[in-house]
Structure formats: C-alpha cells, structure tokens
C-alpha cells in the first residue's frame, strides 16, 4: 500500500503558492522534544524530530543511543503527553562520513552505509544525505568536487533503499523515505569562527548541484528514486557563530530564489536558521525555504530555562540549610572544565572569554554535558528542590518575565517543568509564525 510522505504533500502546496513550511528540531533532549510535541498538540500538527550522525549512530553516538532507540526515546515521550505516533517524522540529519572525516574515503564510506542502513530500517522517513566533507585521502588544497560529493551521495542513497526494500518485506504499509542533497552544507552547529559576510549559493552551483547529483542517480539506477529527492541544502546567507547571528538578507538570495522555481519538485533545506527573527524566518519560508533546521538554539533556549531557575533556586534556599542546593550551573561548569573536547575547537581566546562562551555561547555546547550522569543528577535535584514550595511570581517576573505574562494570563502553571519547557516553546513559537500561513507572531 502506498502512503503519500507529508513531505511531499509540503512541497505540492509550496509549488502551488503556499507559503507553507516545517521546521525540524534536531535535538535528543528530552524536554526539547516535549515541549516540540506540546506545541504541536495545540495546532494538530505533525513534528519533524531529527537526530544528527554524531549524535545518534551504530556506535551509539554522543547520546549512547542508535536510530532504533531513538525512535524508541521518542515515542516514550509521545506517550506520556499523548502524542500520536503517527504525526512523528523522524529525520536523520547529515548522514554521511560526517563523524569519520579524519579516515580515508573507504573506511568513512563503509560506516556510512551501516549508518544510513540503520536509520532506515528504524523507520526514519526524511534523510539529508551529506557527503560534503573531505576525507583523509581526498584531495586537501582543493575544494571537493561535486561530482565526487554527489557519487558518494548516490552510493549512501542505494544503500538506504536496499536497507528501506528489506523494511518492506516486514512492513508492508512503511512510508518511502524522501531526500535532502547538496554540496553546500553549512557545518552542524553554527560556525567555529565569526565571519565578516557569508556566501549565498550562486544559481550556477545549486543548478550544477542538482544535474550533478541526478546523473550521479543515473548511475547507481536510481532514477525513479530522484522523484523521492525533495529538497536540496543550500546556504542563503543565514549562519551563528559564538557571539554573532548573520539574519536573512532577502535581497541577497532574491536570484536563488527564482532559480528554484524552475524545479516542480524542489524546495529549499535552510541549516543554521537558529537565532533568526521571525519576520526572517518567514520570509524564508516564503522563498522557498521551506524546511528550517534548529538545533542548538532549541537547548539554547532550555540552558537559558535552567539558569534562571538556578538562580530562583539560589534566593529560595540561599539560608535554608535543610535543603542541599543543586549547584546546577556550577557542576555543569565543572564537567565542561574537565572534559573539554565538546568545545576547545569552538571557544577561543583569553581564559576569561572562554569561560563566558562555555556558559553562554550561541553554539551552545553546553548540550554536550546534560546527559552526563553528574549534570543530570544536578538537573533533577534542582527540579525536586523547586517542587519543595511555590515559586513566588516576583522571582518568576525577575528571572523568566515571558513565562510570568503567561501565569498572569492562565496561560501556565508555575512549577518547574512548565517553566522550563515554555522558555522553550518561545523559540519554537517563531518558527510555527514562520511555517504556518497566517499564522500572528506570539
């Protein structure tokens, strides 16, 4: 039986006129990906939930966990909230030698094919294919060549179909995954260093992207599966670095924009759209952006949540010395200190600098340390303390006044999970502005 992707219903209504869209959270927090599924309880709508390679893989990534846990994860989550199952969209997000770059082409090719074989197999539906990177032995003064990018993408797309015609044997109803390609792949998590101005894709190269890649799908007898390819990655002009947005510039992706709409069955896949404003957001989606990729702003937003309430926790039980504090913020401190190969390659400078980046750097590699056993005793130790009494509103009005509005208005309860996941759901609330037409800013 034939199931229509959402996806591709996406991309119909935005060749159409729409100015539709879906943003895609790429978290495997669990009160991120609550408060994705809270939201979209409110409008009915489906969510688009991705891990990324380095995150989640067949060596259990940075979170312990393969494709076929996260899945699982996710809909332990769904259950709680009743969330239906079937309004998920699970992504996978740079699946590709993104993690083994430092070895040569055909060991990163191998695991990149048990890779995306995995996240097939688990059911997820929407897979970026990137191959953007060099490996080891690729030539290192040079630019990689598309051809060579698009080859390899072709390689990891057969894979994935080989892996989704076994699923089929045992599902009968599972959905086609649909593709994301390019060449142009804005690195995962924001860029290392500020940059003075950043490089719109040239209508020449998104076009040379796309012919390069369907006759790399000519080769491997893909050509029907070119039908299932929705998206291509582009960079148009948006990026976050550790203290630096560079925001959606229309004008200058104005020609992009038009090239795209020679291709029926093409929309654009924005990456590093976190930070953006909602008017940008939205007008990317109206260009044809119409799939926006967040990350880190999400647990940007959730570490912005934990420090307020550290700080709520702080002037409650400053003097009560029957309750121990969490010490939040100093244990996740501590840990980032002690094992710094989440961020030394991203924070930079005089000692002072670094320690303010590491608490409230754009890239937020905080994200790194929460699943570390110690940060998350320290994390639910500070969410039982503040279940010990009501959270008076002035302290609430100091530290977090978007969520005291809302307590004001009934909107929200005022313990601290609410809290937490509401400073989130603020950032989520600038993407459904964006996504959904007609839609007003919240």
């Known amino acids: 039986m034939y199931i229509k992707h959402p996806l591709k219903d996406l991309v119909e209504k935005q060749k159409n006129g729409l100015a539709c869209g879906i943003y895609s959270a790429c978290s495997a927090d669990k009160f991120v990906i609550t408060a994705v599924m809270e939201r979209a309880l409110i409008d009915n709508e489906h969510v688009l ?33 009743g969330f239906p199952q079937t309004k998920i969209i ?29 996240y097939v197999m688990a059911g997820f539906t929407k897979i970026h294919i990137d191959t ?77 992207t796309i012919e390069t890649f369907k006759k790399a799908f000519q080769k491997y007898q893909l050509d029907v599966v070119w039908d299932n390819v929705i998206a291509v990655v582009v960079q148009p002009g948006v990026e976050f670095g550790n203290e630096s947005i560079h925001e959606y510039k229309r004008s200058a992706a104005q020609e992009l924009s038009a090239a795209l709409k020679r291709y029926p069955g093409l929309i654009f896949e924005g990456h590093s759209t976190d930070y953006q404003p909602a008017h940008a957001l939205r007008e990317m989606v109206e260009d044809g952006i119409a799939i926006l990729k967040v990350g880190p702003a999400l647990t940007f937003a959730l570490r912005e949540g934990l420090f307020a309430l550290s700080y709520m926790e702080s002037e409650l039980f400053r003097f009560n010395y029957n309750v121990e504090q969490s010490r939040f913020m100093e244990v996740l401190d501590y840990y980032m200190v002690n094992n710094p190969d989440n961020w030394k390659n991203h924070y930079h400078g005089e000692p002072a600098k670094i320690r303010y980046a590491r608490k409230f750097s754009f890239s937020d590699r905080c994200r790194y340390y929460l699943p570390v056993r110690e940060v998350q005793y320290a994390f639910d130790k500070l969410i039982k303390n503040l279940h010990l ?15 005291y509005k809302k307590i004001q208005n009934g909107l929200l309860k005022r313990d601290p999970e609410s809290l937490l996941k509401d400073r989130i759901i603020n950032c989520i609330d600038d993407y459904m502005y964006a996504v959904k037409p007609g839609s007003v800013c919240r």
């Not at 590709?96 to 074989?117: C, V």
């Not at 076994?166 to 599902?171: A, H, I, Y």
């Open 90 to 118: 699970f992504g996978g997000d740079h699946l590709g030698p993104l993690t083994w770059n430092s070895e040569d082409a055909n060991s990163a090719m191998q695991k990149s094919k048990e890779l995306i074989r995995e």
């Open 49 to 81: 939930i991705e891990a990324t390679a380095n995150q989640v893989n067949q060596f259990g990534g940075y979170t312990g966990m393969r494709p076929a846990d996260f899945r699982e994860f996710v809909y332990s989550l769904a259950a709680k909230i």
């Open 389 to 403: 009494v009501d959270i008076p509103l002035s302290l609430i009005s100091q530290f977090m006044p978007m969520q």
């Open 132 to 208: 953007s990177m060099k490996l080891a032995d690729d030539q290192q003064n040079t630019p990689l060549d598309t051809e060579i990018i698009a080859t390899r993408g072709a390689m990891l797309c057969k894979e994935a179909e080989l892996a989704f015609t076994e699923l089929r044997k045992d599902k009968p109803d599972a959905i086609n995954p649909v593709y994301v390609v390019g060449s142009e792949v804005p690195i995962p998590g924001g860029s290392q260093e500020v940059e003075e101005g950043i490089h719109v894709t040239k209508v020449m190269d998104f076009e040379r």
